[in-house]
């Protein structure tokens, strides 16, 4: 990270926009703990003692470039001068996910619960992982080929980590956690507990969304709720939504915000809109597994019965009881 680090910070020098000396060294923090990794780096404060220019703007200089970087999901500016930069764990190459990585994240989740068991956020963190890769069974088709949580084959998932999450969420919502590692886990939980996509409690989660936007404003979170409006309300409702949050900034570079886009035109029937944004995604995927589905999805004959599924997944939105998470 701190090579990705100077690296945007050379960039941003040799593209005349900075005109500072490249600090020699760099020091990055965590400064709270989420389900992927996020840094931060007071490099632009330092910096702005130098350059006389306003931290803000050196953090949004770097950022561009960063962004640009392997590796990184997104970056914001934080505070005066922050970088708040996420990380993803995808793998490289053919696979979708570095599952060595996620084991580790899990052992080490598990490993902060045990010491912490009365944290409620250190309890809805391994929530959260064991939820989320309980769906690792169902996220390639029998061709090996990506699949989206609607189309999953949900026969698939581990029901057996399911049960453990569902458990230990239970325990901290009812005592009345709601930070935004719980309610991440609580988006998760929905999805989890559902039979089908069709049968997802979607006004609920919704609902988690808009709290965790409230305690944790984030393009990536922004775009978890237009992606549920679109279901609730319908994708043109959706559709509106998602593109407020891009004009904002912030997923310029996110390619699954291009493919939530593509989604809504198809159901809209604006195929040939849909086919660039699926184009889009495929042009800042993260992996060959998200580029190629990505451009599979942009090649593919139009599928009328797919748009009205997702579409149509609003009619029972009711039909889960109270539960969480993506």
Same mark, same amino acid.
């Given at each position: 990270?701190?090579?990705? %680090?100077?690296?945007?910070?050379?960039?941003?020098?040799?593209?005349?926009?900075?005109?500072?000396?490249?600090?020699?060294?760099?020091?990055?923090?965590?400064?709270?703990?989420? $389900?992927?990794?996020?840094? *931060?780096?007071? %490099?632009?404060?330092?910096?702005?003692?130098?350059?006389?220019?306003?931290?803000?703007?050196?953090?949004?200089?770097?950022?561009?470039?960063?962004?640009?970087?392997?590796?990184?999901?997104?970056?914001? %500016?934080?505070?005066?001068?922050?970088?708040?930069?996420?990380?993803?764990?995808? *793998? #490289?190459? @053919?696979?979708?996910?570095?599952? $060595?990585?996620?084991?580790? #994240?899990?052992?080490?989740?598990?490993?902060?619960?045990?010491?912490?068991?009365?944290?409620?956020?250190?309890? @809805?963190?391994?929530?959260?992982?064991?939820?989320?890769? @309980?769906?690792?069974?169902?996220?390639?088709?029998?061709?090996?080929?990506?699949?989206?949580?609607?189309?999953? $084959?949900?026969?698939?998932?581990?029901?057996?980590?399911? /049960?453990?999450?569902?458990?230990?969420?239970?325990?901290?919502?009812?005592?009345?956690?709601?930070?935004?590692?719980?309610?991440?886990? *609580?988006?998760?939980?929905?999805?989890?507990?559902?039979?089908?996509?069709?049968?997802?409690?979607?006004?609920?989660?919704?609902?988690?969304?808009?709290?965790?936007?409230?305690?944790?404003? /984030?393009?990536?979170?922004?775009?978890?709720?237009?992606?549920?409006?679109?279901?609730?309300?319908?994708?043109?409702?959706?559709? @509106?939504?998602?593109?407020?949050?891009? /004009?904002?900034?912030?997923?310029?570079?996110?390619?699954?915000?291009?493919?939530?886009?593509?989604?809504?035109?198809?159901?809209?029937?604006?195929?040939?809109?849909?086919?660039?944004?699926?184009?889009?995604?495929?042009?800042? !995927?993260?992996?060959?597994?998200?580029?190629?589905?990505?451009?599979?999805?942009? #090649? #593919?004959?139009?599928?009328? $019965?797919?748009?009205?599924?997702?579409?149509?997944?609003?009619?029972?939105?009711?039909? !889960?009881?109270?539960?969480?998470?993506?």
């Amino acid at each position: 990270m701190v090579d990705a %680090v100077r690296q945007a910070l050379q960039a941003a020098v040799s593209a005349g926009e900075l005109t500072v000396a490249v600090p020699e060294e760099i020091t990055l923090d965590r400064p709270r703990s989420r $389900d992927h990794g996020d840094y *931060a780096t007071p %490099v632009a404060l330092k910096l702005a003692k130098i350059a006389g220019r306003p931290p803000r703007e050196i953090a949004a200089v770097i950022g561009r470039y960063l962004e640009q970087a392997p590796g990184i999901d997104n970056v914001e %500016v934080a505070g005066p001068g922050f970088l708040n930069i996420t990380l993803h764990t995808a *793998a #490289a190459g @053919a696979e979708l996910t570095d599952e $060595d990585l996620a084991d580790r #994240a899990q052992y080490l989740a598990r490993a902060l619960h045990v010491l912490r068991p009365d944290d409620a956020e250190f309890t @809805a963190l391994l929530t959260l992982i064991l939820l989320t890769r @309980a769906r690792s069974g169902g996220r390639l088709d029998d061709e090996g080929q990506q699949v989206l949580l609607v189309d999953a $084959d949900r026969s698939r998932w581990d029901r057996g980590a399911i /049960s453990e999450g569902l458990a230990l969420l239970e325990r901290v919502w009812v005592a009345g956690a709601r930070g935004p590692m719980t309610l991440q886990a *609580a988006i998760a939980a929905e999805h989890a507990r559902a039979p089908s996509a069709a049968a997802t409690n979607w006004r609920r989660v919704v609902d988690l969304y808009g709290e965790l936007l409230r305690q944790q404003p /984030s393009p990536t979170v922004a775009l978890g709720r237009c992606v549920a409006m679109s279901v609730l309300s319908g994708p043109a409702a959706g559709l @509106a939504d998602l593109d407020e949050v891009i /004009s904002l900034g912030g997923l310029e570079r996110y390619p699954y915000a291009f493919g939530a886009r593509a989604q809504m035109l198809a159901a809209l029937g604006r195929h040939a809109e849909a086919r660039a944004e699926w184009t889009a995604a495929a042009g800042c !995927a993260r992996t060959d597994a998200e580029k190629n589905y990505f451009l599979g999805q942009s #090649a #593919a004959p139009v599928e009328a $019965d797919r748009a009205v599924r997702h579409a149509g997944s609003r009619g029972n939105v009711g039909g !889960a009881k109270a539960g969480r998470h993506r």
